[in-house]
């Protein structure tokens, strides 16, 4: 039996390493298996990878409004279809980010991220009636950018409430590992609760308000663990895990799990995901995250 090639996956210009060592697939789980079972491999593992939990086509609905909304802003390549997302390169223009910040606080994108069978599944794996946190990312990536987002854990900017928090990354079209899309660093929940850990004792001497924050004296720049994913792989002997995905997967991971995007080298088509993220009603929440997200917040 022949294994197949893996991919070709860059961040911040360094290659991964694709031996067997450093580089695997994501192991999916299906929306039916019995609760019990998610919430066991969840816990052990540190994410699930729930594909077709969403209807593909309430996706790709979402995708098209999106990307229609700037479709007088040059972010679109002229003439294309929106649900494409074929990139003219105008990224940064203050009509585009302003239009980006308008969809964050918009009905539809609410509506989108309260979707039935999400909040419906939440309350459940959560023991309780499940809350969604105000702030809400929805991010797109111009083809060819290389750098991705660096490798973090996200209890790091959500310290002043509880950690039992569940993120959701839901890709937002397919995203082949040409275009990026999440890794995880296996196994890197307890890592991840090892470094917090370290942070909190370093951290004790401050004040309340610069103990929560990521940008404090004793964290790296931005709260990142680090930008170079191979030397992380070799650095803790893990293996980057990686995956295609496809509309309608959902994507769940512990505050704790250390992940990251890596570059996308489309050469047309922009890559759209949200992240959200979900505690039981009657946990403490961290108020910092009442407010809509910017892209300025410093969270």
């Known amino acids: 039996m022949t294994l197949p090639i893996p991919p070709t996956l860059r961040s911040f210009e360094r290659t991964l390493d694709p031996s067997p060592s450093r580089l695997a697939r994501l192991e999916s789980s299906e929306v039916s298996t019995p609760l019990s ?18 209807p593909r086509t309430a996706v790709l609905e979402f995708r098209r409004h999106f990307f229609s909304a700037f479709s007088d802003t040059g972010l679109l390549e002229l003439g294309s279809d929106p649900v494409e997302g074929f990139a003219a ?40 009636m499940s809350y969604l946190h105000k702030r809400k990312m929805i991010r797109y990536t111009l083809p060819g950018d290389l750098t991705g987002t660096p490798a973090h854990y996200d209890l790091i900017y959500l310290r002043g409430g509880t950690d039992r928090l569940v993120t959701a990354w839901i890709p937002l079209g397919d995203i082949p590992s040409a275009m990026g899309g999440l890794v995880y660093l296996e196994g890197s929940h307890g890592l991840g609760q090892r470094m917090e850990a370290e942070f909190a004792a370093l951290n004790a001497t401050l004040s309340p308000e610069e103990r929560v924050s990521a940008y404090n004296r ?26 295609d995905y496809e509309a ?15 570059a996308n080298t489309d050469p047309r088509r922009m890559r759209l995901s ?22 300025s917040d410093m969270l």
């Open 248 to 262: 309608g997967d959902v994507l769940l991971h512990s505050p704790y799990m250390i992940h990251a995007a890596t």
């Open 218 to 243: 004793n964290m790296t720049e931005g709260g990142w663990v680090s930008k170079d994913l191979p030397d992380m792989a070799q650095r803790f002997d893990a293996r980057w895990l990686w995956a």
């Open 89 to 128: 390169g105008a990224a940064l223009t203050p009509l585009v980010q302003k239009r980006h910040m308008e969809l964050v606080r918009s009905a539809a994108y609410e509506a989108f991220c309260l979707h039935p069978r999400l909040w419906r599944f939440l309350d459940g794996f959560l023991d309780g």
């Open 274 to 295: 949200t992240d959200i993220r979900y505690q039981n009603l009657h946990d403490e929440i961290d108020v910092r995250w009442n407010n809509h997200w910017t892209l």
């Open 37 to 54: 079972t998610l919430q066991t491999r969840y816990r052990e593992h540190g994410y699930l990878w729930l594909r077709g939990m969403l």
